[in-house]
């Protein structure tokens, strides 16, 4: 077996259990050559074994942690129990009827550096982020088959990061066959979800019990939900009793599927309103238009997948957030979320009040938000916090 030899103090992290090793922190490589995503002993620069890791050669981060035990064997049994206890932690979400898509595997929270796998009732999505996944895709494939035996496992191998890891793009099915819709239900309303072509994994589970947050808030309310993708926070306000609720994606097919999604709950379409838009263009011409909401929503994209895009997501987090409190009614409130592993909690929270300085409104922090907890976050991997999300009331 090959051994990566850490250059010396290099390995503090790796005793905080934080699973990543950098390039520039690697001594020498004994015992090679590796393939990508082959499994690499990790020592000290005294040869202290540190554990086991998948070997990433063209990646920044060149190796990710599997085991920190020296002892552990790093094959089949051992995916078979991490993939085991990330499927028990999630128990009371399968026992429950009113819903049956969340995720079962994330990623290095769950052990499993590089490996996401989402449930869309009985079609598992796996998307592999990095070389060790990919070098396991099979016993993955094998092991899901096995625990979960769903009708089809998709791949969904199409995230950006791989291009670090010098991977290509892969999609498609592994197991089974993909039915030819996909449809789940998420506390009790139902959402078509499309596995293939859809954003992510298709559907933004991480979101739950936020968008549940927001239904029961909607009373009554006249809801604006910008970057709606398809539908999520605008169903469950409908269903909620807003008096109306414009919804603003620029994806066309997103916003397809969001009407379609209002049919399948029977949900009152007339007080729905979709725009195909740009939301920064969008919000400049509600303003101009002089129009007044009582609960906005402003769940963007990834503006900083790392710290390095910052400055830039900056701006761009205060150009919406100052126009949406704009748009608020007094007393309303704002819902404002950043998904940038770039963007701090701090910085976030520090963006808003600058938004809400220059916007010339007083706002208060009414709670705060993550993702949901299918989607926990391992207190040696910070990193894997990335979802953050505000409640902000405006003063009346
Ligand atoms: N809130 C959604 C998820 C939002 S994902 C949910 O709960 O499911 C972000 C969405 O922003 C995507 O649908 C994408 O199409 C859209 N988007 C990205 N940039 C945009 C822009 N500049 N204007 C409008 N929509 C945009």
């Given at each position: 077996m090959a051994t990566i030899v850490l250059k010396p103090g290099r390995e503090k992290s790796l005793l905080r259990r934080h699973p990543w090793v950098f390039?520039?922190?690697?001594e020498r490589l004994e015992g090679g050559p590796v393939g990508i995503g082959e499994t690499v002993a990790v020592q000290t620069a005294s040869g202290e074994p540190l554990g086991w890791g998948a070997y990433s050669p063209h990646s920044q981060i060149a190796i990710r942690l599997w085991s920190f035990s020296s002892a552990e064997d790093i094959a089949l049994p051992f995916f078979e129990r991490r993939l085991r206890a990330a499927l028990a932690a999630r128990a009371e979400l399968h026992a429950r009827t009113d819903l049956d898509a969340y995720r079962l595997v994330n990623a290095e929270s769950d052990g499993l550096p590089g490996l996401i796998v989402d449930q869309y009732g009985d079609v598992l999505v796996m998307q592999l982020g990095s070389a060790g996944p990919e070098h396991w895709r099979d016993t993955f494939a094998d092991i899901l088959q096995e625990q979960c035996a769903p009708v089809c496992i998709y791949e969904r191998s199409d995230s950006d990061g791989r291009e670090l890891e010098g991977l290509p793009k892969r999609c498609g099915v592994v197991r089974g066959t993909l039915p030819e819709k996909v449809e789940v239900t998420e506390n009790g309303l139902r959402f078509a979800v499309d596995v293939a072509e859809g954003q992510k994994t298709g559907?933004?589970?991480?979101?739950r019990d936020n968008r549940a947050l927001t239904g029961t808030l909607a009373q009554d309310k006249d809801v604006l939900n910008c970057f709606c993708y398809t539908g999520g926070f605008s169903l469950y306000a409908l269903r909620g009793g807003a008096k109306s609720v414009l919804s603003i994606d620029a994806s066309e097919g997103a916003l397809e599927l969001a009407k379609r999604n209002v049919e399948l709950n029977g949900l009152?379409?007339?007080?729905a309103e979709w725009q195909c838009a740009d939301v920064f263009g969008a919000l400049r011409k509600l303003r101009d238009q002089n129009r007044k909401f009582d609960l906005i929503v402003l769940d963007p994209p990834?503006?900083?997948?790392?710290?390095?895009?910052a400055e830039k997501a900056s701006r761009a987090y205060k150009d919406i957030n100052l126009l949406g409190f704009k748009l608020l009614r007094p007393g309303g409130l704002l819902f404002t979320y950043s998904c940038s592993g770039g963007i701090s909690d701090d910085l976030f929270q520090k963006i808003i009040a600058g938004a809400a300085l220059d916007a010339g409104v007083d706002a208060q922090i009414v709670k705060k938000l993550h993702a949901a907890p299918d989607h926990p976050v391992l207190l040696s991997f910070?990193?894997?916090?990335y979802l953050k999300g505000l409640v902000l009331r405006v003063a009346g």
């Amino acid at each position: 077996m090959a051994t990566i030899v850490l250059k010396p103090g290099r390995e503090k992290s790796l005793l905080r259990r934080h699973p990543w090793v950098f390039s520039g922190a690697i001594e020498r490589l004994e015992g090679g050559p590796v393939g990508i995503g082959e499994t690499v002993a990790v020592q000290t620069a005294s040869g202290e074994p540190l554990g086991w890791g998948a070997y990433s050669p063209h990646s920044q981060i060149a190796i990710r942690l599997w085991s920190f035990s020296s002892a552990e064997d790093i094959a089949l049994p051992f995916f078979e129990r991490r993939l085991r206890a990330a499927l028990a932690a999630r128990a009371e979400l399968h026992a429950r009827t009113d819903l049956d898509a969340y995720r079962l595997v994330n990623a290095e929270s769950d052990g499993l550096p590089g490996l996401i796998v989402d449930q869309y009732g009985d079609v598992l999505v796996m998307q592999l982020g990095s070389a060790g996944p990919e070098h396991w895709r099979d016993t993955f494939a094998d092991i899901l088959q096995e625990q979960c035996a769903p009708v089809c496992i998709y791949e969904r191998s199409d995230s950006d990061g791989r291009e670090l890891e010098g991977l290509p793009k892969r999609c498609g099915v592994v197991r089974g066959t993909l039915p030819e819709k996909v449809e789940v239900t998420e506390n009790g309303l139902r959402f078509a979800v499309d596995v293939a072509e859809g954003q992510k994994t298709g559907y933004y589970l991480d979101q739950r019990d936020n968008r549940a947050l927001t239904g029961t808030l909607a009373q009554d309310k006249d809801v604006l939900n910008c970057f709606c993708y398809t539908g999520g926070f605008s169903l469950y306000a409908l269903r909620g009793g807003a008096k109306s609720v414009l919804s603003i994606d620029a994806s066309e097919g997103a916003l397809e599927l969001a009407k379609r999604n209002v049919e399948l709950n029977g949900l009152n379409a007339s007080k729905a309103e979709w725009q195909c838009a740009d939301v920064f263009g969008a919000l400049r011409k509600l303003r101009d238009q002089n129009r007044k909401f009582d609960l906005i929503v402003l769940d963007p994209p990834k503006f900083a997948p790392t710290a390095a895009f910052a400055e830039k997501a900056s701006r761009a987090y205060k150009d919406i957030n100052l126009l949406g409190f704009k748009l608020l009614r007094p007393g309303g409130l704002l819902f404002t979320y950043s998904c940038s592993g770039g963007i701090s909690d701090d910085l976030f929270q520090k963006i808003i009040a600058g938004a809400a300085l220059d916007a010339g409104v007083d706002a208060q922090i009414v709670k705060k938000l993550h993702a949901a907890p299918d989607h926990p976050v391992l207190l040696s991997f910070p990193e894997g916090a990335y979802l953050k999300g505000l409640v902000l009331r405006v003063a009346g």
